[in-house]
């Protein structure tokens, strides 16, 4: 499928919810400072209605023909509203996300995010931990701070193949959401990062491809910046270069994968993975948990330092 920005409305329903884990409340916090926590949101659409306009404007409202079934449940497609909005001022990105790929083929089922706070640790950013966070964060300025989001959308196809499935497209996107200048290493002179998407096994994945985008601006071609490594029919893992000393400073990369799926089901989730390293190594996957919802992966990256991982999942019914 073709990615084309909107030039018309493109009007779908959502229910979002917001939640950020509990062990964003296990980081200590300094006195009047904001605490470095990971967030997570997810967007069903259902009840809301998300307007595009262009290539930049977003409008979201409550749905005209949302069925209030109480005074809560319409209250709380209010706070949706709210909170869709605050994602979206943080992130401008999402705005492409929602709108540019894939409207033209399909329906927009589901999307959702984490974004991850980082910390420039001696030559690299580093995930926020408890040790990092205590030792580092009280000299560390701003410009030392920094964050990395990855969201997960689901697209459906309108209407049903022959053999009565549904194409569904699902998409890893990957962003440096602040201070991406210095990307997330200063020095890797080789190795690669990794990013993986997992879907259900009453799925069968018919193809994947990667794209990706870099801090001159220019796109990467798969074999130099991105490749393949690995996958079935369930789950795929690709390669992507970030290599800031060489001018390859990764921005931002979209893993879009296309399946086929049955009519209706209960739950459904997508899961995805980001590794980023900065030192050369490899990374192996098992199968943790795989059934008709989900397929759950672990990752065993082969030098234990010198990298950090990124989940992050959407469920959904259809």
């Not at 701003?142 to 053999?163: E, H, M, Q, W």
């Not at 690709?238 to 931002?252: S, T, V």
């Amino acid at each position: 499928m073709k990615r084309k920005l909107m030039s018309m409305i493109l009007s779908v329903a959502c229910i979002l919810s917001l939640a950020i884990p509990a062990s964003a409340t296990d980081l200590p916090q300094a006195e009047s400072e904001p605490i470095l926590a990971e967030t997570h949101f997810q967007v069903n659409f259902n009840d809301v209605n998300v307007s595009i306009i262009g290539e930049h404007d977003i409008r979201i409202t409550l749905a005209d023909d949302i069925s209030p079934i109480s005074a809560h449940h319409v209250a709380t497609s209010q706070e949706d509203v709210s909170a869709l909005e605050k994602a979206l001022a943080e992130d401008p990105d999402l705005t492409e996300i929602i709108a540019n790929p894939h409207s033209s083929d399909g329906e927009l089922v589901a999307i959702s995010g984490t974004e991850a706070p980082l910390l420039f640790v001696e030559d690299h950013y580093e995930r926020v931990t408890e040790a990092a966070y205590s030792s580092t964060y009280e000299s560390s300025e701003d410009s030392l701070k920094g964050k990395f989001a990855l969201y997960t959308t689901v697209y459906r196809s309108y209407s049903p193949n022959s053999n009565g499935t549904y194409t569904y497209t699902t998409a890893t996107h990957g962003r440096w959401t602040e201070n991406s200048f210095l990307g997330g290493s200063d020095y890797p002179s080789f190795g690669e990062d990794f990013v993986l998407q997992s879907t259900p096994n009453t799925w069968v994945r018919l193809t994947d491809t990667m794209t990706a985008r870099y801090d001159d601006a220019t796109d990467g071609e798969q074999g130099d910046e991105f490749w393949r490594l690995t996958g079935d029919s369930h789950y795929v893992k690709w390669g992507i270069e970030d290599d800031p000393l060489g001018d390859r400073q990764n921005r931002r990369f979209t893993l879009t994968c296309e399946s086929e799926g049955p009519t209706r089901s209960t739950a459904r989730m997508i899961n995805s993975y980001y590794v980023h390293t900065w030192k050369s190594m490899s990374l192996s996957v098992s199968v943790s948990a795989s059934s008709a919802k989900e397929v759950a992966l672990t990752l065993t990256p082969s030098i234990k330092d010198n990298n950090w991982q990124v989940y992050n999942y959407v469920s959904f019914n259809f």
